[in-house]
């Protein structure tokens, strides 16, 4: 089945203890993307990557890091965390380069206390 | 700058009823256009796009450039239209097209 992984699905963790969220797509796209989403902010988009070993930053990369070492995975990495980046996480992937229809993953909860 | 407006964040309208969510964007090129939808306990997915020009579920969206806006309209609401919609915009042409700006969301509440 073509789809898009995340793990963790849910995580609780305390601020300053680095962790990564993995994302992996098996459809063989090029672009993926990480998105954060917050209540009244709708998703904001954190780093994207045109393929392997090209990314770059969204509109909120503050925070965060991403690597792309490999076409399929697109790991975000918290070095460390603060309580402002409790949010609702969003990995998506697309065919191509471009910002076209983004298949998405199915979240990862991340509480920072 | 780029910038995607839903002025809604709340929408209720019985079955049956015509439904429109309102989306305006701001952009100085010219933007690719979309709504996404995320139903209950499902992945945020593709609902349509402006270029496609097609009807998905008995939504469309015209993209209107004068008004800068492209909202997603229905003539009759179904009960399983219940949804979060997100519009989005991407730019068209070169690293413009790497980036995908979403709206807020609105909400729609379909009664019974």
């Known amino acids: 089945e073509a789809q898009v992984t995340q793990n963790p699905r849910y995580l609780i963790t305390v601020t300053g203890k680095k962790l990564t969220v993995t994302c992996s797509q098996n459809m063989n796209h090029e672009y993926m993307s990480w998105y954060r989403q917050d209540p009244g902010l709708g998703l904001r988009q954190i780093y994207y990557s045109m393929n392997v070993e090209v990314t770059d930053k969204g509109d909120v990369p503050e925070g965060y890091k991403v690597s792309r070492k490999e076409k399929r995975n697109f790991p975000l990495i918290l070095e460390s965390p603060s309580p402002n980046q409790t949010s609702l996480y969003f990995c998506?992937?697309?065919f191509g380069q471009g910002a076209y229809e983004q298949y998405f993953g199915p979240g990862t909860r991340l509480t920072v206390t | 700058a780029q910038r995607v407006t839903q002025p809604e964040k709340l929408l209720s309208v019985f079955k049956g009823a015509p439904v429109e969510l309102k989306c305006n964007y701001s952009?100085?090129?010219?933007?690719?256009l979309f709504w996404y939808v995320q139903y209950s306990r499902q992945r945020l997915q593709l609902l349509l796009r402006h270029i496609s020009r097609e009807s998905i579920k008995g939504f469309t969206a015209d993209l209107n450039k004068g008004e800068t806006s492209f909202h997603l309209k229905k003539p009759f609401a179904q009960e399983e239209d219940s949804a979060m919609y997100y519009c989005a915009l991407s730019g068209h042409g070169g690293g413009a097209t790497n980036k995908l700006i979403f709206g807020t969301g609105t909400l729609l509440a379909v009664q019974p």
């Open positions: 998506a992937s697309s």
């Open positions: 952009y100085s090129g010219s933007p690719e």
